[in-house]
DNA sequence: GTAGCTTGTTGAGCGTTGCTCAGCAGGCCG
DNA sequence: CGGCCTGCTGAGCAACGCTCAACAAGCTAC
């Protein structure tokens, strides 16, 4: 409740680069708890306490805005799993399919939404985690040391889906051991690439 | 265009049976060319020759329209992958995954958008999808003679997220024969819940 | 210090959309 | 023909996305 007696904050100017920063913070903020539809300019033009016109100052379309924040929530998610330098193949694959569990186990709530976010509807936001999906897939195939053609291609992104399903149903209700989990679904990568 | 010198078109009464259903059939048309935030009332309204307010009438909310949209999607699925009845249990899951293919070829846009549609945000929606999902499932395993218990359930949840993502992209981009493909869904299946 | 410029920022306002409500009118009944 | 049920409409409100002209914070130049 802000008291109307307040005579009024001092307004305080940020360099575009802060303001576009918080404004995509609030945005990643606000996406565990809201689906895109239900999110308003408004509501995020109050918390970051500025008016709706300077959001639009910074994005041209509240599409643009989302489409910001969506990106911004996939290169944190691909910073994560991104293995390090230095790492042996079979360990690159292991070690992101670990990453990618825990991710989904620490950010549940946020990386649902923002899958949901991005597979729901506008092809704009889409495209954002589709361009994930395939680098993961492709640093995938390079790392198993297999030739990237189409089929190949199509049947890891597959299993990408089916590793997104089974790993956000196990959080909500472990049904086996996460070593098992993990090994269940390299398996199943090694067995489809086999082919 | 519409000539504004027309009188007035006869205004018709229709049963709400029959108003009801011609408008979740505009939703089903309107469906695979427009993303749910971009659905509005408004043009439903206008292609059915009502006003808003019949559509509220019958729908208190957008969001109970469109839910009933996709439940209707929904069921036609549905009836379409049902196994008619005397056949035996292998044929009823090979069957089912054929009449699946089918179904994604014929109906691509429709079928991918519905279940973007289904997919993003609204929880009210996804939950119609969730549901024909896990009857699928049901009826899967019992074909397939296994016990439903949790684990199972969720391995051949997260195999059809493998198979509409598979199915998805092999439309667009066939990598192999169709029986190969129904192969190959129906093998991962089996070495999936064989364990 | 102050004049001036850059640019972050705002408020008023327009068109559209979801939704409400009081009341009109089609068509079946007596 | 009169009455009633109910399908149906139009006016209108609040909220939203988005535009635009103008204000003002804070740096630089003198």
Redesign the pocket.
Known sequence: MTASSAP?P???????G??RAQLVQIGLELLPTTPVQE???????RR??????????????????YTAVTRAAADLLWEHLLPPPGTSPQEQVSGMLDRFVGWVETYRETHLAFVRGAAGGDPWVSEVYEETRGRLVEVALTALGLPDDLRRRQLVLAWFAFTEDLVGQWVEEPTMSRPELLDLLHDVLDRLTAR
């Open positions: 009024r001092p307004r305080l100017r940020r360099s575009a802060d303001r999110l308003t300019i408004d509501e995020v033009a970051a306490g500025i008016s709706r016109s300077l959001l639009f100052h910074y994005f041209a379309t509240k599409r643009e805005y």
